[in-house]
């Protein structure tokens, strides 16, 4: 908790399995407290458990008590910072792909514009051409009936 030779360390008194302890950390003494009580609280549950212990073998009980709840702690740090990782790749990952999904989006987009565009280029040439096919077959029935009428009057038929 604390480093030697600092001069902005606090000093707290404590009480831990009935004995008064001055404690200097840089912490808040709240803080400390709250650790010390955290402390006393883990001793006096060894100690209910176990009131014929010596006070040395309640507190290196506790002690192991503390290390275990620590060394889990840190293990499911451990975990949790591994979910938040890979959850991050993953959520990395997706964002990379609705990128190129999104730039593929664009792009046939695009493509589908430029095709519209020719689409309607064509089919107003198609239409165009559909008027004037419809012209020329109107000219040529015309000219049909032209014909048969000439030959008609001069009196041969095909």
Same mark, same amino acid.
Do not use: P, W
């Given at each position: 908790m604390s480093k =030697?030779? *600092?001069?902005?360390?606090? $000093?707290? %008194? /404590? ?6 302890? /001055?404690? *200097? ?8 407290? +709250?650790?010390? +009580? !955290? /402390?006393?609280?883990?001793?006096? $549950?060894?100690?209910? &458990?176990?009131?014929? #212990? ?7 009980? !506790? ?5 275990? *709840? ?16 890979? !959850? %991050?790749? *993953?959520?990395?990952?997706r964002d990379q &792909?609705?990128?190129?999904? !999104?730039? =593929?989006?664009?792009?046939? %987009? ?7 565009k020719k689409y ?8 165009? #051409?559909? +008027?004037?096919?419809?012209? #020329? ?5 015309? #000219? ?15």
């Amino acid at each position: 908790m604390s480093k =030697e030779g *600092k001069n902005d360390d606090k $000093k707290v %008194k /404590v009480m831990i399995f009935g004995d008064e302890y /001055v404690i *200097k950390a840089e912490e808040s003494a709240e803080y400390i407290k +709250q650790v010390a +009580q !955290s /402390v006393n609280d883990e001793i006096e $549950k060894v100690n209910n &458990q176990n009131n014929r #212990l010596s006070r040395i073998r309640i507190m290196v009980l !506790s002690s192991l008590h503390l290390a275990d *709840k620590y060394y889990k702690a840190e293990e499911e740090k451990k975990t949790i910072k591994n979910k938040f990782k890979t !959850s %991050k790749t *993953k959520e990395y990952r997706r964002d990379q &792909q609705y990128k190129e999904l !999104s730039n =593929e989006h664009n792009n046939l %987009k695009k493509k589908y514009e430029t095709l519209q565009k020719k689409y309607d280029a064509i089919k107003k040439a198609h239409n165009k #051409l559909e +008027q004037k096919y419809t012209g #020329l077959k109107k000219d040529y029935c015309e #000219l049909e009936e032209e014909y048969d009428a000439f030959l008609t009057e001069f009196g041969k038929e095909d």
